[in-house]
């Protein structure tokens, strides 16, 4: 299933998103807007304003201003958050490409990453909907909350559970997609039930979306998910499959992984060890058996809208999420 066709009926609107970004983005500090130009540049998908462009059609509105100004602001509190991870995660790679960090260094990518956040707002203020920046600036305040949970969990990785986990993905990824839904309707002004329908949806997929991108970390071809294999075990951090697969494991198991996630100076030679003990438990299916629940639920609240090519293509794309393997 190609990414590409799903969102063909909106390609027109997702090329001006690019158009309001770029212009956005442009700064009298060259370095600012390089680094921006770079970011984006990395082949991201551009789900979150594909989400928000789609859930509008559902509504009925298929033009306007504020739906490409709330859909760049988005998509530029996304990209920000990234280069926030890649210097907290000391990451090598985004998306294929070196991180960002690595190619300009930490403090840079974190003022550029500030300087994104302001523009989005900056779009979201010019949307005049108190409503829309309400939701927006709630999403981001979630989406940071996630990334300090993810953080804390790092350093107690013993402690780390299932609940732990479904809340940093919850807070850092499935928040700013649920708000794409929400603002999406709103721009469309469509009533309370259909914000709730289409707020749903955009959080559940979120949640799959997350899931699937986990279970991907330990079985995807490095070319195909744009980053290592096993980065995410790299990085020290504990993830829902290998929660699954240490539920399962032995004492004596279970106590070896522990020890490496807790060791400063473990290599990366001990990950492929801990990827077959993911494999030997099942860890990766049942991580992705649980994202397909979700997509289930994204997909029941779009039973109650309206029928048309906006909703069709909402559904392929929470197909999608779920077969991808980038």
């Known amino acids: 299933m190609d990414f590409s066709n799903i969102i063909g009926v909106i390609a027109t609107d997702l090329e001006e998103v690019e158009r309001v970004i770029d212009e956005n983005i442009k700064s009298p500090v060259s370095l600012a807007y390089e680094i921006s130009k770079y970011i984006l540049g990395s082949g991201g998908k551009r789900l979150r304003p594909s989400v928000l462009i789609l859930c509008s059609g559902v509504c009925g509105l298929d033009n306007g201003r504020n739906r490409i100004s709330s859909a760049a602001a988005l998509e530029l509190i996304h990209t920000a958050s990234l280069l926030h991870d890649d210097v907290i995660d000391h990451a090598n790679l985004r998306r294929g490409k070196t991180s960002s960090n690595i190619m300009w260094g930490n403090q840079v990518s974190v003022l550029v990453g500030d300087f994104m956040l302001s523009r989005a707002l900056q779009l979201v203020q010019s949307c005049e909907s108190l409503e829309l920046m309400k ?42 997609l649920e708000s794409c839904g929400v603002v999406g309707a709103i721009i469309a002004a469509a009533s309370e039930k259909t914000k709730n329908f289409l707020g749903a949806f955009g959080l559940n997929v979120g949640i799959a979306f997350q899931l699937i991108d986990d279970a991907l970390d330990y079985t995807a071809d490095e070319k195909e998910i744009g980053k290592g294999v096993g980065q995410d075990l790299i990085e020290k951090k504990v993830t829902l499959p290998l929660v699954y697969a240490l539920r399962e494991a032995s004492d004596v198991e279970r106590s070896y992984v522990l020890k490496i996630l807790q060791d400063d100076n473990s290599t990366d030679g001990d990950i492929p060890l801990i990827i077959e003990l993911v494999d030997k438990y099942e860890g990766v299916n049942r991580t992705r058996a649980i994202a397909k629940g979700y997509i289930e639920k994204a997909k029941e609240a779009l039973e109650h809208l309206p029928q048309n090519k906006y909703k069709t293509a909402l559904n392929l794309l929470a197909d999608y999420i779920l077969e991808r393997k980038s």
């Open 135 to 176: 939701i927006i600036t709630e999403a981001t305040a979630r989406l940071a909350e996630g990334q300090v949970l993810e953080v804390m969990s790092s350093m107690a990785k013993s402690e780390v559970s299932e609940e732990i986990c479904f809340g940093i993905i919850k807070f850092k990824t499935a928040s700013l």
